[in-house]
Each structure stands twice: as C-alpha cells, then as structure tokens.
C-alpha cells in the first residue's frame, strides 16, 4: 500500500457510480408516493432528489429506471439516512440505504 492518503470518496465501503435517472417511491405504511432524480449509487445505497420532505428513518419502496432499456430497473426496499434541503422548501437531496432488493 503507498503511503499516500486516500480521498474520503475513495474510504467508503462500496464505490459510488454517478447516475442521473428517474427514481419514484411510496413511504411504507403511509399513503404518500413520489418522484425523484437519481444523482448517485452504491452497493450500499442511493441519493436522490425530490420535492418531497423525508424524514430520516422512513422506510420506502423505491424503484429505479435506468434510462437504457439495456439496465434493468431496480426496486428496493430503502431507508432515509441523511436529508439535506437543496433549494428553500423546493428540493431536498436524500440519503437512503439499501434494506432489501424488491
């Protein structure tokens, strides 16, 4: 190993891929569905962006759709981790790690 020290991208468990592809979800339990951008992916779990204020802890089926018809969708069972407001009331970017695959 070099001694050269590792970017904090490069520290996480699981390398995250940039995507940018429509993402929709419905909270578990509640009646309340929405959609989204996805911006980023791991193995671990996704950010994406919504209109939509999450909580964290909320659990959500999320689906997904890649825009190539060549990648399958993926649809997941998530759960809110991290919520940051993008724009004023308008946009918040969400954290959400993987719990199960749909």
Known sequence: MS????D???KRDFI????????????IDKDMAGEGRAR???GRGVLFQ???LLAPGSILELSIRPQSASIAPLNARVEVVRVEEIDAGRLYEIGAMFHEQL
């Open 3 to 6: 001694g050269q020290p590792r």
């Open 8 to 10: 904090y991208d490069e």
């Open 16 to 27: 995250r891929m940039t995507v940018d592809c429509d993402v929709s979800y419905r909270l």
């Open 40 to 42: 980023n992916l791991s």
């Open 50 to 52: 919504t209109n939509h």
